[in-house]
């Protein structure tokens, strides 16, 4: 069992940056594939960024490419937490932002394919 907790949201204007974290409690962080996602109002939720379980090997990201180039997903095993840098916000970027997790080795873009959701943290950019 893991529990995700997000933070880091806020407002910001256009251009700006934000740093969100996602805190695993549990055992064995580095085992679980982590994952992005974001809900605007009345648009469904829609992946965002990916990191593969044990990317010591070498990284394993993917991104949508809505948010490539100016969004970096990260984690750091020794704290259990996943971040997600996102610079050059835009207006189109404000949603609810979640994070997910999933065991096993191998990105993933689907929201089905996770089995761990945090309660989200809001994130507004203003024009």
């Known amino acids: 069992q893991v529990q995700l907790v997000e933070s880091g949201g806020g407002l910001v204007q256009t251009g700006e940056s934000l740093r969100l974290s996602c805190a695993a409690s549990g055992r064995a962080f580095s085992s679980y594939t982590m994952g992005w996602f974001r809900q605007a109002p009345g648009k469904e939720r829609e992946f965002v960024a990916t990191i593969s379980a044990f990317v010591w090997s070498g990284d394993r990201v993917d991104y949508a490419e809505s948010v490539r180039g100016r969004f970096t997903i990260s984690r750091d095993n020794a704290k259990n937490t996943a971040y997600l840098q996102m610079n050059g916000l835009k207006p189109d970027d404000t949603a609810v932002y979640y994070c997910?997790?999933?065991?096993?080795?191998?990105?993933?873009?689907?929201?089905?394919?996770?089995?761990?959701w945090g309660q989200g943290t809001q994130v507004t950019v203003s024009s």
């Open positions: 997910a997790a999933k065991r096993g080795v191998g990105v993933r873009t689907q929201s089905d394919e996770y089995d761990y």
